[in-house]
């Protein structure tokens, strides 16, 4: 006889269970799921008596529909728990979104024959969800698969053999590979990679690389300065060749030219 771990308490259940309230992966077992729908209920009673009693319809669908998204994960993973698929959980889940919208555009609205067909359309998935309601409450009330199957370990049964593999995830290429630059497989790891121009592999280290054919001359000099053997300009010596009151000799025919003018 396999052994089994023993059933949770409320508060460890309900405590699991918003834990993982966004974990579709995996399975939950029944006590975890009943004590957490019984929590889901008692919060929904207690929020639609408030919703009640202050006279605004309007907001429950606004209430309904983040609480069912918040217990929609223990619900996928009873599922996974007893072996199936969850695909009934998601046509539940989203007949009862689709109904609650009805409701929103069902209170909004002004228009009478508006009213009347949402109205009918949310008679009709009301009887769809009962249906579906009922058939998932059978599946959930099933004790747990013995041993692991394809969506995990079993929390009732730990110590069970496997039934079936493990459901592989999609494939990565990328999945378990170490971060750029580090060892895998037991290569040797190297060191960061050097940069260009840097001494690697025994090679001499030069200094900052010339451009071919050019020869490399220091600092520039500035304009007017004197350079590669031409002769520096001296202003003070052009004022001591012409002297401060002597013209130049084409000023001086300028000059004579006027005086025989006259």
């Given at each position: 006889m396999t052994d089994s771990v023993p059933q949770l308490e409320p508060t460890?259940?309900?405590?699991?269970?918003?834990?993982?309230?966004q974990d579709i992966n995996g399975r939950?077992?029944?006590?975890?799921?009943?004590?957490?729908?019984?929590?889901?209920?008692?919060?929904?009673?207690?929020l639609d008596s408030f919703i009640k009693a202050i006279d605004v319809p309007v907001v429950l669908p606004f209430v309904t529909i983040p609480l069912l998204l918040a217990i929609a994960p223990i619900m996928i993973r009873r599922m996974h728990d007893t072996g199936r698929e969850p695909l009934l959980v998601y046509i539940f889940l989203g007949a009862v979104?689709?109904?609650?919208?009805?409701?929103?555009?069902?209170?909004?609205?002004?228009s009478f024959s508006t009213i009347k067909t949402m109205m009918d359309i949310s008679k009709f998935l009301t009887i769809?969800?009962?249906?579906?309601?009922?058939?998932?409450?059978?599946?959930?009330?099933?004790?747990?698969?013995k041993g692991g199957n394809r969506f995990g370990k079993s929390p009732k049964y730990p110590n069970a053999p496997d039934i079936e593999p493990m459901k592989q995830a999609p494939y990565n290429p990328y999945y378990g590979q170490p971060p750029y630059g580090q060892s895998q497989y037991g290569?040797?790891?190297?060191?960061p990679q050097q940069q260009y121009g840097s001494q690697q592999y025994g090679?001499?280290?030069?200094g900052p690389q010339q451009q071919y054919g050019q020869q490399q001359y220091g600092p520039q000099q500035q304009y007017?300065?004197?350079?590669?053997?031409?002769?520096?300009?001296?202003?003070?010596?052009?004022?001591d060749q012409y002297g401060p009151q002597q013209?130049?000799?084409?000023?001086?025919?300028?000059?004579?030219?006027q005086n025989n003018g006259q």
């Open positions: 460890d259940a309900v405590k699991q269970a918003f834990n993982r309230i939950s077992r029944r006590s975890e799921f009943w004590w957490a729908m019984l929590a889901f209920v008692l919060i929904y009673y207690f979104v689709v109904d609650q919208i009805l409701l929103i555009i069902a209170n909004l609205s002004k769809a969800i009962l249906i579906l309601l009922i058939v998932l409450i059978w599946f959930w009330c099933e004790d747990s698969q290569q040797q790891q190297y060191g090679q001499q280290q030069y007017g300065s004197q350079q590669y053997g031409q002769q520096q300009y001296d202003p003070q010596q052009q004022y013209q130049s000799p084409n000023d001086q025919e300028t000059h004579f030219d």
